[in-house]
């Protein structure tokens, strides 16, 4: 079973560039999440998508767009890349938020802005 | 403000031994605690879970432990084995909610 899949693995982009992580999951879950990770510090939320046709803001959502395409696809775009963003990224999905369970991760797309 | 706070960014044990890896959190409202471990190059994985209404909860070699006055929980490994050694990061939700993460614990299991 594949579960969570991001795709690109690595992507290099220059400053203002603009790039597009997909991400896709066969689970028949609801919630979908993008966070980030930078060295020595955990994963932060950018946004969430707690069921198809919503969406919503996490803790650091500046400089990204999300679209949930269908239940199983949810992509996160930067439209004008900074160094700043410069970070691992991994989608996860959930199979629905109201209830406490656990996230399930992909396997990460690590992007370099130079 | 962070609120999970994982203090020990690194933790070395020797393989047969207890690891203890420690987590405090600032918010109240956590209603639910989980342990996710992660392998270089790979996303994280969960590990094991804990609600608010229990102290302990066990699976095998891991065990969390979660102390809601001093709002702080721990995750006890034994025998710790060499293929534990991994990034270990707490999170915390509130019912409903998205987890919160600490910054992880970088846990060396030596032979």
């Known amino acids: 079973n594949a579960g969570v899949t991001q795709t690109p693995k690595f992507q290099v982009l220059k400053t203002g560039q603009s790039m597009t992580l997909q991400c896709a999951q066969d689970?028949?879950?609801?919630?979908m999440y993008w966070y980030r990770q930078d060295p020595g510090m955990g994963l932060r939320l950018i946004y969430y998508s707690a069921s198809e046709g919503t969406t919503d803001k996490g803790e650091v959502p500046n400089g990204y767009n999300v679209s949930r395409l269908n239940k199983r696809e949810f992509s996160l775009r930067l439209e004008s890349a900074a160094p700043s963003q410069t970070s691992v990224y991994f989608c996860a999905s959930m199979a629905a938020e109201a209830t406490n369970e656990k996230l399930f991760f992909g396997s990460g797309t690590q992007l370099s802005v130079l | 403000d962070q609120q999970v706070k994982q203090n020990s960014p690194s933790l070395s044990v020797q393989e047969g031994r207890i690891s203890i890896l420690n987590c405090d959190y600032t918010n109240s409202m956590f209603d639910y605690f989980l342990w996710y471990k992660k392998y270089p190059a790979e996303g994280p994985t969960f590990l094991i879970s804990?609600?608010?209404?229990?102290d302990k909860n066990e699976d095998g070699r891991f065990t969390v432990f979660l102390n809601k006055s001093a709002k702080h929980l721990s995750l006890h490994i034994v025998p710790s084995q060499p293929g534990d050694s991994a990034v270990y990061f707490c999170a915390a939700s509130k019912k409903a909610g998205k987890s919160t993460f600490g910054d992880g614990t970088t846990l060396t299991v030596k032979p």
């Open positions: 689970m028949n879950h609801n919630s």
């Open positions: 804990i609600s608010s209404i229990k």
